[in-house]
């Protein structure tokens, strides 16, 4: 986060350090004039080289002052602040000679502009308005280039006040940042739990509030998909839109029917977004107002397509049709009114649910468009955003004409509900050529970002984002004007300000590889509804009383030793959880050693005196054989339930790492294995010493 203070501050000391560099007389002609001078700058270095360190640290200490508020905050980067401004003006690379020095002079002076474009790129990323720091900086460079020997500390004081406050905002809108990026997780989660997640929040020991945590649209999500974006979809938060309008009917003005569909009754898109439950809207486009005026004039060709729309959204389960009419021309007010009035009976005698929306222009300057008197007929007016006709940003929030401001501001004078009104913005750029204000292209969000910002700095103007560009460091040829996360975040909450029905977005696909937009649109438009609240009691249980009788205490332990075998690490943390058959087990264990020593002797006398005609042979090798086992397997037990057992003891047991059954059924195994190699290689090597007669 401090990445970008770091390079300031190192930025400062450069452009500082020329005008220290810059002391140094230039000559027109540097050999001649150094072989007169050369006594004299040979016994100036010390005096020189002294100053420029002198000088340098009064720089470091005026710095460190400026930012003294932030020194408690970061006391650690503190140094290290220090120690790059030191290591710009004591690095070994500074020459230690006059003549060193004027060369240093001449090279900084090939870059110094490039310096100062760099130190207004950082600042601008601080603020949207990074005008009067431009202005500043602009002013300390002709003082540079003028040749003016130093630049007061009043004036470097003031270019670092007015960065003070830059910074500031930087670190709070990284710390939104991280909030924004929390809240998207925490959407994605409840994506894939439509009907929500239940938690509980502890307000003292015996209350707690249980809440269901729903995730809840601001208002309508509108996403154009434009029929020449093939898979782009495969990219697309449909969870994050409420509908898909498929810009693919383009209308015959003749007969009303299509010229193409464009694959709108094949288009996978179409079933990935009803698959996730997004409404799907067929868009009805012309662009030409000649073709338009020809169809407002023939009611024929207006309910041929009301019928042709019925069937494709009938064959495609769809839910509606958006009407995109880019010029209708002049005077076409009442046609164009009486066409939607009777395209949308029509509409809703098909389907009663299937829903109406009208593109509308920012600016209707043939006052085409009667809001008022289409508000019946139609369910949502998109306001078209997306296009301007003069120079500059394409949808700034404040100014004449094209702006949000103003666009807004006009359609809710008609008295139509706000609710009714979806603002559209772009996702890409208009290309201006700077000299002569003349339009040059429409550049894709995607495209900018992969063939512009590596190349061009980015700045901010009235909430837009501009790239500015230059040639040779110098002269500006185009500028290109678009929006990014940070400015549609601003103009989604504009937008949700005015209390507009929703967004819509031209065109989906522009910003394909490039999630943060759709980051953008999860944080704006969604919130979290928490209003599903029940108290509950949460007092903790005492353990239960527990019976005196030999029989209780017998099922007492029955029952732990079922939760224990059940779930180790559960019953491990479980305070009242307490066997008290573990002294018993280590009686149990020393009674049946004793036992077993007792029967092995019986049973190897026995068979060395009698061989194999003793008649109690099978019988005590069958006791021995079930003692064996019993000891090892209550042996083993009694280790694994006894606490103060290390490596095999329960309350050992590595729960974060998943030992659970495992461990108990390898205590069991290794318990009857050791007992089959005892019988083996000890019971057996004795019995079978028989002696000869």
Known sequence: MMRPVFFIFLCIGIFLAGDLFSQTPSYKNPAADAEKTAQKEEAGIKKDAAAVKKDAASVIAKIKKAFKFKANLREKESERIVAIIKKTFADDSIPASIAGLKQGAATLSKNQKKDFDSLFHITSAFSLRADSIQQKIDELYKQFTSGKTEITDAETDQLVSKMLPMIKAKIEMEESEEQKQKKIVLIRKLMSHPEGITDTLKINDTLSKRYTLRMVKHGEVFGYHPYWIKNNYLDYNFNALSTLAFYGYELDEKT??????????????????????????????????????????????????????????????????????????????????????????????????????????????????????????????????????????????????????SGIARYLNTGVSATKFLACLPYYGALWDFQDKNFQDYVWYNRICANYLKDYRKVYDNHTARIDIIMDEQDTLEQLWYDDAQTLSDKYDYILKNELGGISVWALGYDNDQPELWNTIMDKMIYFDTSHVTLVNTSPIPPPVVANTLWAKIKREFKLYKKLFNDPCGFQSNKYNHLKSVKYLGKTVLFLFILLLLITSIYVTGYRANGDDWTYKKLFLYILLVLIILFMVISLLWCFVNPDFTYIGYTHLQCDKGTHIGTILIVLSTGFITGLLVMRFLVLSLIKQKQTP
């Open 256 to 405: 009303g029917g299509y010229k193409t569909i464009n694959g709108w009754d094949t288009v996978s898109v179409v079933t990935a977004a009803k698959r996730a439950g997004c409404k799907v809207a067929l868009c009805v486009f012309n662009k030409s107002k000649e073709n338009l005026n020809i169809f407002l004039k023939s009611d024929k060709a207006q309910e041929n397509l009301c019928a042709e729309i019925c069937a494709l959204l009938k064959k495609r389960n769809a839910d509606g049709v958006n009407i995109l009419f880019e010029e209708i021309g002049k005077n076409n007010r009442q046609r164009f009114t009486k066409f939607i009035r009777s395209f949308s009976q029509g509409l809703k005698q098909a389907n009663a649910a299937y829903e109406l929306t009208v593109t509308v222009p920012v600016l209707d300057e043939n006052q085409n468009y009667d809001v008022k008197q289409l508000d019946p007929y139609v369910d949502r007016f998109v306001i078209d955003f997306t296009k301007k006709q003069n120079y500059g940003a394409i949808a700034p929030i404040t100014g004449a004409n094209y702006s949000l401001e």
